[in-house]
Nanobody, 124 residues
Framework: QVQLVESGGGLVQAGDSLRLSCAAS????????MGWFRQPLGKGREFVAG???????AYAASVKGRFTISRDNAKNTVYLQMNSLKPEDTAVYFC??????????????????WGQGTQVTVSS
């Protein structure tokens, strides 16, 4: 099973930027679909962005144009660059991976390994 460790969260002001990182263990990283989800306090987990093994990104409408997902297969790491942050981006951010075929990238049940999460708080 792949182990994932997120880092880079913190407290910022609206309009600021943050870059989240997710380091993965395991030899299959380069062939896995990687995703970022977030969970605001008291709400469900929602898809933020995903990236295929060949680098094709997918974004939620709420973050498109502000967030950028990327991956470095040599470092077994996926990144989420978050610009123009808004208070509504406040949430715990989770990295996830799908080791098998993935059909619906926004569906959390399609992913089989998750990190512990990192808190992002955006003040107004």
């Amino acid at each position: 099973q792949v182990q994932l460790v997120e880092s880079g969260g913190g407290l910022v002001q609206a309009g600021d930027s943050l870059r989240l990182s997710c380091a993965a263990s395991g030899r299959t990283f380069s062939s896995n679909y990687m995703g970022w989800f977030r969970q605001p306090l008291g709400k469900g987990r929602e898809f933020v962005a995903g990236i295929s093994r060949d680098g094709r990104p997918a974004y939620a409408a709420s973050v498109k144009g502000r967030f950028t997902i990327s991956r470095d297969n040599a470092k077994n790491t996926v990144y989420l660059q978050m610009n123009s942050l808004k208070p509504e981006d406040t949430a715990v951010y989770f990295c996830a991976t799908a080791t098998g075929p993935i059909v619906i990238v926004v569906d959390p049940s399609q992913y089989d390994s998750w990190g512990q999460g990192t808190q992002v708080t955006v003040s107004s």
